[in-house]
Antibody, heavy 123, light 110 residues
């Protein structure tokens, strides 16, 4: 059973960079899965940020493409998110998630979620 | 404003059946598979349904999903108090080139 665990600062200053790491256990990130970041603003719904795959590189939400980068460190079985120029609107719980890759007969889905970590943007 | 539209809340009595709708458009639900997630407040979302109507291992058959055109529906029968949660639909949007979710529906078991 794969497990994902987010880590990183809980407080980031406005205009700074939010940096989070997801540690994966119970499975290798060198696989056909996509390793994804999803966030949830307080009292709001889910929002997809970006994802990285060992095979096909990265996909970034176009609404965040100028600020978000994702990467992976296979040696540590981790993947990371950097979000630059943050504002209060980036305050949210950030989840790292495993996504099954889509195929011709299957759509791909987010099947394993980390517990989430709250990041607050404030001075 | 979410790309996929869900009712903010639904309610039903224990033992009864409830359905939650998810309305989209051709670039998302109309041409892609739909998933459903359950989120108990303060916890991470949990996958309930994928590929419109498939259940992952461990999800009981009283949970079902369907899709017609640009809408999808989640159904739960034999409601239990433990089903009280927020439910989200999700799909890929080929126009936005992004994974999108509904705004969530709060289920209350009266």
């Amino acid at each position: 059973q794969v497990q994902l665990q987010e880590s990183g600062p809980g407080l980031v200053k406005p205009s700074g960079t939010l940096s989070l790491t997801c540690s994966v256990s119970g499975g290798s990130i060198i696989s056909d899965y996509w390793w994804t970041w999803v966030r949830q603003s307080p009292g709001k719904g889910l929002a997809w940020i970006a994802e990285v795959s060992y095979v096909v590189k990265t996909n970034i939400n176009p609404s965040l493409s100028s600020r978000a980068t994702v990467s992976m460190d296979a040696s540590k079985n981790q993947f990371s998110l950097n979000l630059s120029s943050v504002t209060a609107a980036d305050t949210a719980v950030y989840f790292c998630v495993r996504r099954i890759a889509a195929t011709a007969t299957s759509g791909g889905t987010f099947d394993s979620w980390g517990q989430g970590t709250l990041v607050t943007v404030s001075s | 404003q979410s790309v996929l539209t869900q009712p903010p809340s639904v309610s039903a009595a224990p033992g009864q059946k409830v359905t939650i709708s998810c309305s989209g458009s051709h670039p998302n639900i109309g041409s892609k598979f739909v998933s459903w997630y359950q989120q108990i407040p303060g916890t991470a979302p949990k996958l309930l349904i994928y590929d419109n109507n498939k259940r992952p291992s461990g999800i009981p058959d009283r949970v079902s999903g369907s899709k017609s055109g640009t809408s999808a529906t989640l159904g739960i029968t034999g409601l239990q108090t433990g089903d009280e949660a927020d439910y989200y639909c999700g799909a890929y949007d080929t126009s936005l080139r992004a994974w999108v979710f509904g705004g969530g529906t709060k289920l209350t078991v009266l």
